[in-house]
């Protein structure tokens, strides 16, 4: 089993920054990949970024490229998300998700997922 735990979401001014963080817990060196999903009202959960635990190779949506960055601290079992440059188009709900086996964009290949946090952005 692993458990995630994000944080560092909140309100923000378009053109502003936030870092997210999602704390692993458990069977963490199961994990393959970590990556990060989000959920505007109405919207399906889509994919933002991702990163292989153990070699740091990275995926990005092309709509989040240039201006969100993925990162892993293993001392601290720890997935960053830096988000800059936001828009009122990046308000969603942010999950970190932990896949067990491959790096994907797809949420249902993912086992485990945190509570989420809510980003907010003010145009």
């Known amino acids: 089993q692993v458990q995630l735990v994000e944080s560092g979401g909140g309100l923000v001014q378009a053109g502003g920054s936030l870092r997210l963080s999602c704390a692993a817990s458990?069977?963490?060196?199961?994990?393959?990949?970590m990556a990060w999903f989000r959920q505007a009202p109405g919207k399906e959960r889509e994919f933002v970024a991702a990163?292989?635990?153990?070699?740091?190779?990275?995926l990005y949506a092309d709509s989040v490229k240039g201006r969100f960055t993925i990162s892993r601290d293993h001392a601290k079992n720890t997935v960053y998300l830096e988000m800059n440059s936001l828009n009122p188009e990046d308000t969603a709900i942010y999950f970190c998700?932990?896949?067990?086996?491959?790096?994907?964009?797809?949420?249902?290949?993912?086992?485990?997922w945190g509570q989420g946090t809510q980003v907010t952005v003010s145009s």
């Open positions: 458990g069977h963490t060196s199961s994990i393959h990949t």
């Open positions: 998700a932990a896949n067990l086996r491959v790096m994907s964009a797809y949420p249902r290949t993912y086992d485990y």
């Open positions: 990163i292989i635990w153990s070699g740091g190779n990275t």
